[in-house]
């Protein structure tokens, strides 16, 4: 079974620090994404990732960055955290696009950000 | 763009049949996939479909109209434990990328 692991499960932080979030999969999957997952708003995606170094932003980009130095890794990096970025932060991976997209999700970061 | 619409919640009771419909807007199209995910927990794949018809696994079947944009979700033989949120989500023009609804919370009663 494929596997996708998030770092933590709860995460508190204060305004300004700067957070990051890991992830880890275990498939040799290629593609990476990072969503963040609010009431009412459904999944909305931040950034993915087809390759080591490659990234491509999302539909929610600004305030975050991410890093893939190795296939199995994908970072996403909170520079300054805001209030406004207390959310559930869920990572995916996927293999190479077939045209059927599966995506392996882990179970979630519940960030909140003080 | 790309954009999806479900309804936000519905409810059910045990052993009925229910229907989650997603209408979406895509300038192309690439097929419509669902996701199951549990309170707390994280989204499963359901299923996908690439064409117009009825793809069926088990007690669920999934309904696509591309000529509509819009597909449905069928639930038979409702479970308790099938209560959770039912997500539609779209392939994007860059492979491998999901845009998703916003979420339906399926509530079954007893």
């Known amino acids: 079974d494929v596997k996708v692991t998030q770092s933590s499960r709860y995460l508190v932080k204060r305004t300004g620090e700067k957070v990051f979030l890991e992830c880890v999969q275990d498939?040799?999957?290629?593609?990476m994404f990072w969503y963040r997952q609010d009431p009412g708003l459904g999944l909305r995606l931040i950034y993915f990732?087809?390759?080591?170094?490659?990234?491509e932003k999302g539909d929610i980009p600004e305030g975050y960055s991410v890093s893939r130095e190795k296939k199995e890794r994908f970072s996403l990096i909170l520079e300054s955290a805001s209030t406004n970025q207390t959310s559930m932060y869920l990572c995916?991976?996927?293999?190479?696009?077939?045209?059927?997209?599966?995506?392996?999700f882990g179970s979630g970061t519940q960030l909140s950000v003080l | 763009g790309q954009s999806l619409e479900q309804p936000s919640e519905v409810t059910a009771v045990e052993g009925a049949i229910v229907q989650i419909n997603c209408t979406y807007q895509?300038?192309?199209?690439?097929?419509l996939s669902w996701y199951q995910q549990h309170d707390g927990g994280a989204p499963t794949f359901l299923s996908y479909?690439?064409?117009?018809g009825l793809e069926e696994t088990g007690r669920f079947s999934s309904f696509l109209s591309r000529s509509d944009s819009y597909g449905y979700l069928l639930l038979q033989e409702l479970q308790m434990k099938d209560s959770a949120s039912y997500f539609c989500?779209?392939?994007?023009?860059?492979?491998?990328?999901?845009?998703f609804g916003q979420g339906t919370e399926l509530s079954v009663k007893p």
């Open positions: 895509t300038s192309g199209f690439y097929g």
């Open positions: 995916a991976s996927s293999p190479p696009s077939e045209g059927n997209e599966k995506l392996f």
């Open positions: 989500a779209l392939p994007g023009n860059q492979g491998g990328k999901l845009i």
């Open positions: 990732s087809y390759d080591v170094k490659m990234k």
């Open positions: 498939m040799d999957h290629e593609n």
């Open positions: 479909n690439g064409l117009d």
